[in-house]
């Protein structure tokens, strides 16, 4: 794959692999003509980008000549940029996307495509495939059926062995989003936290890229040339940020004890940890929720974090996100001055719904009531009160 976020590689990069002639490897292919109509255009197409998503993901490029040995084989090692000749691109890449969506199960996500153009008019098509965590997936097309995955040779079809290990590793997926899950809300609970925050209740949003969940392919994100400050938590009043071990942090509040942090992984994901969304009742010490302002609050931060995650880190869908509340026995629900509703949160730890998310460019104020009912339910009410009974979320009076 080509060492670069997908949105920052431009055509020198392309010509850049020419130049020195960097060989087709696991992850990087070269195509001199994007795939016709033709059946086996069609499964050759499907099976290189499979191949890459069941294997360690990586880059195709289309519009590359290569070397030929004596018997005329390509030998995988480019010799110039040929470029490809197509009437409309947009309509070309809407082809391949809907083939893909229909001849691949399960359904790839993530893949992107980008045309890249020289001033001399010249254009290569690059498409990047992320390794995938759902799959393994199978090209099944007529009657044409079979695993792919790829090695340094190029790819091949999958035997049975290989087959039944992939399977292995999707299914082991959930285990792994579930420990990760549980041993951060354990250290938070326990107050093994980057910065000391506040005693009490604790919200806790994490949003997990599949990818950060791979054993062999996770990203390693520096975060030293990243503006990290843009990654606000809930409350952003007296903003602190710094480097740590784990990647980067952003907190809010002051010394000793502070409201909230936003912790950035270097695998990409995000844990956002906040105590200053509850407010003290006057006549007990048990603390009182404002549910739609977290609500609201969580809907513009989510806005924030997964169009940075996308631009500043270069991070590919799917992805899931997670909210838990910790401390939460006994928290009542209030709007408006007036507590609500006759019951109270029954239990320390509230793992609510996580969402599974296929892109970025999703309204997290749609996707978010899953979470929320579940939020308002836990303290005894039928749902959240800021939707409609079609699903729309109503005006913030």
Not at 2 to 28: C, K
Not at 47 to 57: E, P, R
Not at 285 to 314: C, F, H, K, Q
Not at 343 to 368: C, K, M, N, Q
Request: aromatic share 8%.
């Amino acid at each position: 794959m080509i060492p670069m976020q997908f949105n920052a590689v431009a055509w020198d990069d392309i010509e850049a692999l020419v130049t020195v002639g960097r060989p087709e490897d696991r992850a990087l292919e070269y195509k001199q003509e994007l795939p016709g109509n033709s059946d086996d255009d069609k499964k050759e197409f499907l099976a290189d980008l499979s191949a890459l998503a069941n294997t360690a993901g990586g880059d195709l490029i289309y519009g590359i000549e290569e070397q030929r040995d004596a018997q005329g084989k390509p030998t995988g090692i480019p010799t110039s940029i040929h470029g490809i000749t197509v009437a409309n691109m947009d309509s070309e890449i809407r082809r391949l996307e809907n083939l893909l969506r229909d001849s691949v199960e399960p359904r790839m996500l993530g893949i992107r495509m980008k045309p890249l153009q020289a001033q001399d008019g010249r254009i290569v098509l690059l498409v990047r495939t992320p390794a995938s965590l759902v799959g393994p997936h199978v090209v099944r097309f007529k009657t044409h059926w079979r695993f792919y995955g790829r090695n340094s040779a190029g790819k091949y079809p999958f035997d049975l062995g290989e087959v039944r290990a992939a399977f292995a590793a999707a299914e082991d997926l959930p285990e792994r989003l579930r420990r990760f899950r549980g041993e951060r809300l354990v250290r938070i609970a326990g107050d093994e936290t980057p910065v000391s925050l506040k005693a009490g209740p604790k919200l806790v949003l994490h949003l997990i890229p599949l990818a950060a969940m791979s054993r062999i392919d996770s990203p390693r994100i520096d975060f030293r040339d990243i503006l990290i400050y843009q990654f606000t938590p809930l409350r952003s009043s007296s903003l602190w940020h710094r480097l740590n071990i784990d990647g980067g942090l952003v907190y809010t509040g002051n010394e000793p004890t502070f409201l909230g942090y936003c912790q950035l992984f270097r695998t990409g994901i995000i844990e956002v940890v906040d105590t200053g969304l509850f407010e003290p009742q006057p006549s007990t010490t048990t603390p009182l929720l404002r549910a739609t302002l977290v609500e609201g609050i969580l809907i513009s931060a989510t806005r924030n974090y997964l169009r940075r995650m996308r631009d500043e880190l270069g991070l590919q869908p799917p992805l899931y996100v997670m909210l838990s509340l910790l401390g939460g026995r006994g928290i009542s629900f209030y709007e408006a001055g007036f507590t609500i509703g006759d019951h109270t949160v029954d239990r320390d730890i509230v793992l609510l719904p996580e969402v599974f998310l296929e892109s970025f460019d999703g309204e997290p104020a749609e996707w978010y009531r899953e979470i929320f009912d579940a939020l308002w339910q836990s303290a005894g009410f039928q749902g959240s009160q800021n939707y409609t009974t079609d699903g729309k979320r109503k005006p913030v009076v």
